[in-house]
Each structure stands twice: as C-alpha cells, then as structure tokens.
C-alpha cells in the first residue's frame, strides 16, 4: 500500500479503499447455499445444546464372576441364577435390587449365550480370614447377586461357568454426566 513512495498520496487511498471494499464483500453471506450452511449448522448447534440439557444417557457397570449352585428355592422355579462377583469399591453402592442385568457367558463350542434378568438379592459373600487381616484395605468386595431371569431356562448345568454380567445403573442427562466426572 504505502511501498511506492513515488506514488501520489490520493493514488495511494483509493488503493487502500478498494482493498477494504473487497474484505467487506468477502465476509457477506450472499449466495442462498450459504445461507443454507449456516442455517443447518445453527440447526446442529440448538440440537445438540436441547440434547445435552434434556437427553439422557444410560449407564452401566460390567463385573465378572462365576455362576454357582441354585439353592433349593432357585430350583423350585427355574427363573433365577446365583453369580459371585467381584464389585470394585467405588461401583458396589450404585448396584441395587430391581436394576435391569445382562448375564453374558463365556464362549462353550463357538457360540456365546447371553440371559437377561433383574437383580433381586445382593449380599456380601465374608472373605477368609488371612485376607481381611491385610494391611491395606481390599479394593475389591466379594457379592452374591441372585437375578431372576425374563424367561425360564436350564441353569443347573450352568454353575461353575465364568461370566460377565453388565447391569444398568440407570439414566442421566449429558449435561450432568460431564459435570459429575469433572468433579
């Protein structure tokens, strides 16, 4: 602009003129597609806050244990499985009876089987004696989890069998989630 100190004063204006004429033009929204864009982006934007504030998310915990034995009354009705599970510390007070469990077994000739219950019954299975004497405390507990499965199905020749179940804690906006982990 002002590199030419031959260049007359008034020359030197109307160049700096037509440069800032031609930025204004550059940054106006002008063709209906462009509108379009900024219309559907605006569009995400206000969906994604509604979501946010007003969606939710569900949560779950996955823990693995062993099927074992039914009791006598678990035989009786033949909708329900015993597992003993090891729960970390810091999940076992957000597991409860009445929360929805998904039961996956692991793989027996090629295929996976997977049952779906409740859980009714939780109780904490005592540890032997030479491990609660440990210095520093267990990080994980022992559970018995009793789930009563959606539809009957053969369970006795189940136990013994390693399993992963992955039970539903419950549902929260996205909203709060993020603001709960960053706490």
Do not use: Y
């Not at 004429?21 to 462009?34: G, K, W, Y």
């Amino acid at each position: 602009m002002f590199n030419n100190p031959l260049d007359s004063f008034h020359n030197t204006v109307a160049e700096a003129k037509e440069e800032r004429e031609q930025l204004d033009r550059l940054l106006t929204i002008s063709t209906p597609r462009e509108r379009l864009l900024v219309g559907v982006i605006a569009a995400l934007l206000v969906i994604l806050a509604v979501w946010l504030f007003f969606g939710t998310v569900s949560r779950s915990v996955a823990v693995n244990g062993v099927l074992v034995e039914p009791d006598a009354t678990s035989l009786a009705d033949n909708r329900s499985v015993q597992a003993v599970v090891w729960v970390s510390s810091g999940v076992a007070p957000r597991v409860g009876t009445g929360m929805r469990a998904l039961i996956e077994l692991h793989e027996t000739d090629g295929k996976a089987d997977a049952l779906d219950g409740k859980i009714v019954e939780i109780s904490i299975v005592p540890l032997p004696r030479r491990l609660t004497t440990l210095k520093s405390p267990a990080p994980m507990s022992v559970r018995r989890v009793v789930i009563s499965l959606d539809k009957s199905a053969d369970v006795a020749p189940l136990a013994g069998r390693e399993c992963r179940i992955v039970i539903e804690t419950g549902r929260q906006s996205p909203i709060a989630l993020l603001l709960a982990r960053q706490s």
